[in-house]
């Protein structure tokens, strides 16, 4: 083996792939109150941008941030 796995890389990679969501607590209520408000910031920015590149790339980082934000629910938690 060229590159040794570390226990640490083993618990990360088994958080990051090994299961599949198990929505605990209040995390689904969050997951819908965070894309609810992606949705009217969506909105929002289609309503007031022109259709540009630096709209489209706006909206991939709406996407992204809402992505992310998901991910630190469901890793943290």
Known sequence: MKYPITD???EDYAKRFG???VVKNDQGERY???RSEARELAELMLESCPPSRERSL???K???SI???NAAIARNE
């Open 8 to 10: 640490a890389d083993r």
């Open 19 to 21: 299961r599949g969501l």
């Open 32 to 34: 819908v109150q965070l």
């Open 58 to 60: 706006a909206m991939t």
């Open 62 to 64: 709406l996407e992204e």
């Open 67 to 69: 992505f992310w934000a």
